[in-house]
């Protein structure tokens, strides 16, 4: 591209999702997370949306030293972002296709800052999910631990044409 020559187009798959997710694990743990000073209001003008769960060696869950999800960690190294837990708790498949019928897949998002938290829903909504506010940042504790229920059950047997929806009376 025009302003990063050596980027490669990827489509999305599980494979090219792991690789990214081990690789900003990578980044983020050797604490390489850095702002070139010149960017900061740019950085600063778009949400950080993170899609992570905190993955160990065969699916084990990493929370933090004090039960941090990995959203609050990045909150902690990158203070002046708008993060939103948000696109983390379901797979591939219902990323490619939301759509059960005619309702939509759940999606939940926790972040402390209303407009970044507008902008997730938005997006969510427009990709056919219903979106939830499940609350401030602090709840992607929750949402990394639906995470790796859906991972366990899609991985367990029943396969990864499955979804979690609220439902309100």
């Not at 494979?15 to 980044?27: E, G, P």
């Not at 003008?45 to 941090?68: Q, R, Y």
């Amino acid at each position: 591209t025009k302003f990063y020559p050596a980027a490669k187009a990827l489509n999305y798959s599980l494979d090219v999702k792991t690789r990214l997710v081990l690789k900003a694990k990578s980044v983020i743990g050797k604490k390489r997370l850095k702002f070139d000073a010149g960017w900061v209001d740019l950085a600063l003008g778009v949400p950080l949306l993170d899609t992570t769960n905190p993955l160990g060696p065969n699916f084990t869950f990493d929370a933090g030293a004090g039960g941090e999800s990995a959203a609050e960690r990045l909150q902690s190294l990158a203070p002046e972002m708008r993060v939103v837990k948000v696109f983390n708790t379901t797979g591939a498949n219902n990323m490619a296709n939301p759509r059960y019928g005619d309702a939509g897949v759940t999606m939940l998002y926790a972040g402390d800052d209303a407009g970044a938290k507008k902008i997730a829903s938005t997006l969510a909504a427009a990709l056919g999910f219903e979106p939830v506010d499940a609350g401030p940042l602090v709840r992607a504790r929750e949402l990394e631990h639906l995470a790796m229920l859906w991972i366990s059950l899609a991985f367990g047997g029943m396969g990864r044409e499955i979804a979690f929806k609220l439902m309100k009376r």
